[in-house]
């Protein structure tokens, strides 16, 4: 079985270019193709780690790769040693692997590495989010790197780019998919029976390149998203083409976790809105001037240094600066014992953090008390009340709590409040009695972003077809793979985390 991952493609775009695409169009004449539930649908980055460990973001506590961390109060890469051994979980490949299925798992992110894997295991070498590529064995990444590139996808900076940057930020996906695809031909010549691997190019691509007019997308050519696509419809043939020679009855299933559309994010309010409102609920009046929290340094650094300047800054000085930038921007100057919420980081959804004592190093609620119960209903009654000024229509489309839509041991780690926003577009301008008007523009130069739609397409063996027909949620994927060998089902188990300091 070869399960190829196209994160975050859009399949829609992908039928309106078929004629562009030959073998994708090939494989959706001769194969299955189903759509997916995905718990990217409210959570977008969190579908990685909902496929590998067959447990909803509930139970393995992922939404972001920056998570905020309750006990630090600042935010962290998942990636990170120090942090990651909270989110740890069992994917499902390892029992199979056990049971003496050959299994590679090649650049499948947010799973642990350790030296008794039963598998040949690689993760984070070309990925979408940054994070040391680490192994199961470490001579096989040495010689893909020598081969192929230290990380050919590159680092992610979000802020607009110009022409010249997307025709590079294209190029250098083009080069990246091309690697990638070489990386798989030279492990393909390995033993195996079950290979998983990940193309994360159409990712960054959808993300910089999608074709769509607007002053929050950066300036990309029409054409520049499709050749990315072209490049790995061309990947995607060739690992076809070996499969399909090698004289093995190969099941295929290529897949897509989530989907890319474009860009409807309105998180570029929600820091203010949160502001005003937690304001109005403590019965302090609104400050004169545009901002209620008066910005700190890397707020207005981030806000007033030149989009160009900040891309180079953010390339030449790593990805632990930007982090540093961000978590500074986000805490720094404020005063918990007047925060009763705050804004998560996201890719472009709205998370809210509710400040709960002894959950939070400075909390504000008492958990479980009135005060905190009236503030959840009130805030939700404010958020809904929110108009894009420009149309009237409301800024908010539905307004979720964690702990009814994802429960489980590690919920904690989650955001309490999850918005899903209304318009099609990013707006400048929203109102309400409460908050007022609020002017303000998206300024990640994001002009695709994700969309909770999944879906795969499958070949192979009629019983493999039929097993898959049957399958209705990314978390399922798993226990098919299971079946497909005559394995037992995997119970999807989650690593408790050990609560340790640094």
């Known amino acids: 079985l070869l399960m190829i991952a196209l994160d975050s493609v859009s399949l829609p775009f992908i039928r309106d270019h078929l004629d562009r695409l030959p073998s994708l169009k090939s494989l959706l004449d001769r194969g299955e193709c189903r759509a997916l539930e995905t718990s990217a649908k409210f959570l977008s980055a969190s579908p990685w ?25 600042l935010c962290r890469r998942v990636a990170k040693h120090v942090w990651s051994r909270h989110f740890e979980y069992e994917p499902f490949w390892h029992p199979i692997a056990r049971q003496g299925i050959p299994t590679i798992a090649f650049d499948i992110p947010y799973v642990a590495i350790d030296k008794d894997l039963p598998c040949l295991q690689i993760s984070h070498w070309s990925y979408q989010s940054t994070g040391a590529a680490e192994t199961s064995h470490p001579e096989v990444l040495a010689d893909i790197r020598r081969r192929f590139g230290h990380r050919p996808i590159g680092a992610e900076v979000p802020v607009p780019k110009t ?5 590079a930020l294209r190029d250098e996906q083009i080069r990246a ?9 030279y492990l393909l010549d390995r033993p195996w029976q079950l290979f998983l691997t990940g193309f994360f190019e159409g990712h960054r691509a959808g993300h910089n390149l999608w074709p769509v007019a607007g002053d929050f997308a950066s300036d990309a050519a029409p054409d520049a998203l499709i050749a990315v696509y072209e490049e790995l419809d061309r990947q995607v043939g060739r690992i076809l083409e070996r499969v399909g020679s090698d004289g093995h009855d190969t099941s295929v299933m290529l897949l897509a976790l989530h989907g ?6 309105q998180n570029h309010f929600l820091g203010e809105i949160l502001d005003r409102l937690n304001r109005c609920f403590l019965g302090e009046p609104l400050p004169r001037g545009d901002r209620v929290r008066a910005p700190n340094v890397m707020t207005y650094l981030r806000s007033a240094v030149p989009h160009t300047l900040q891309y180079h800054a953010a390339r030449m000085l790593g990805e632990d600066v930007q982090d540093w930038v961000l978590n500074r921007a986000l805490v720094a100057g404020r005063d918990w014992s007047r925060t009763p919420s705050l804004v998560l980081p996201s890719g472009g959804e709205g998370f809210i953090r509710l400040n709960i004592k002894g959950r939070e190093r400075h909390g504000f609620f008492e958990p479980g008390s009135p005060t905190l119960d009236r503030y959840i209903a009130w805030l939700r009654d404010r958020l809904a009340e929110i108009r894009v000024a420009d149309t009237g229509e409301p800024l908010i489309d539905r307004i979720l709590l964690s ?11 989650l955001p309490d409040i999850i918005l899903n926003w209304k318009p099609d577009a990013p707006a400048e301008r929203v109102t309400s009695s409460e908050i007022g008007e609020i002017e303000m523009k998206l300024d990640t130069g994001r002009g695709g972003n994700h969309v909770g739609e999944a879906f795969f ?28 060998f005559r394995r037992p089902v995997p119970e999807a188990r989650a690593t408790l985390a050990i609560q340790t300091s640094e």
């Open 457 to 484: 397409i499958a070949t192979g063996a009629e019983e493999f077809l039929a097993n898959a027909r049957d399958i209705g949620d990314i978390a399922e994927l798993g226990g098919l793979v299971a079946r497909h």
């Open 260 to 265: 890319m559309e474009a860009n409807r994010a």
């Open 49 to 73: 780690p909902t496929f590998t460990s067959g447990l909803l973001p509930g139970e393995h506590g992922h939404y972001y790769p920056f998570q905020w961390d309750a006990e630090k109060h």
């Open 177 to 185: 998919t091309k690697a990638k695809g070489d990386a798989i031909l």
């Open 403 to 413: 702990d009814q839509h994802f429960p489980g041991s590690r919920r904690h780690y």
């Open 163 to 167: 022409a010249v940057q997307c025709h």
